[in-house]
Structure formats: structure tokens, C-alpha cells
Nanobody, 115 residues
Framework: QVQLVESGGGLVQAGGSLRLSCAAS????????MGWYRQAPGKQRELVAR???????NYADSVKGRFTISRDNAKNTVYLEMNSLKPEDTAVYYC?????????WGQGTQVTVSS
């Protein structure tokens, strides 16, 4: 059993910053990738950023240059630093961890950016 605990969402004005955290615990043997997805009302869930075991990162084009994903392997924690936030970044953000080809999801944290 794997548990993911997210924190760091909230309400911020456009241009502001937020930092999301996601800590994984439980039966963790080998994490293949950790990342963040988001889902806005009426839209499909989309990849925001991902970091794989070798350290390679991927970002959605819409967040490149503004968001930074990082990982603390000792703590099994992934972070998403979000700067220059825009109203269109408003969504529920979900942590995703892949362990031995199995996807695990966090409960989601709301990020709201006001204009």
C-alpha cells in the first residue's frame, strides 16, 4: 500500500507563487517517476510536470519557464515550484507516482489564481 500526501495549494493573485509538495510513504520499492497533473473544471486531466528516476524532467508547454519540479529521494517527496501564476493555472493539482509500473494518485489540492 502506498500513500501520497499533498500540501501547498491555495489562493494566490496572478503573478504570485505557490509551492506544492507530495510525500510518498508505504510499500515503496522503486519509484520510476513522480509528477504533477492538473484538472480544471470541464477539462481533461493533463500532465504539468514529471521527473523520472534518472532525473530527466518533462513540462507542459504552458508552464515551461514558470514551474520547476524537483525531488528529494531521501524523503520520497516531489515538489512543484510555481511562479508567475496565471488565472488559467487554476485547477485541482494531483500528485502522481509510478512504482513498479503501477500509478498512484494523491487526493488533489486546489490551486486558484485570481486576476
Amino acid at each position: 500500500q502506498v500513500q501520497l500526501v499533498e500540501s501547498g495549494g491555495g489562493l494566490v493573485q496572478a503573478g504570485g507563487s505557490l509551492r506544492l509538495s507530495c510525500a510518498a510513504s508505504g510499500s515503496i520499492f522503486s519509484i520510476s517517476a513522480m509528477g504533477w497533473y492538473r484538472q480544471a473544471p470541464g477539462k481533461q486531466r493533463e500532465l504539468v510536470a514529471r521527473i523520472i528516476s534518472g532525473g530527466t524532467t518533462n513540462y507542459a508547454d504552458s508552464v515551461k519557464g514558470r514551474f520547476t519540479i524537483s525531488r528529494d529521494n531521501a524523503k520520497n517527496t516531489v515538489y512543484l515550484e510555481m511562479n508567475s501564476l496565471k488565472p488559467e493555472d487554476t485547477a485541482v493539482y494531483y500528485c502522481n507516482v509510478i512504482i513498479s509500473v503501477v500509478n498512484y494518485w494523491g487526493q488533489g489540492t486546489q490551486v486558484t489564481v485570481s486576476s
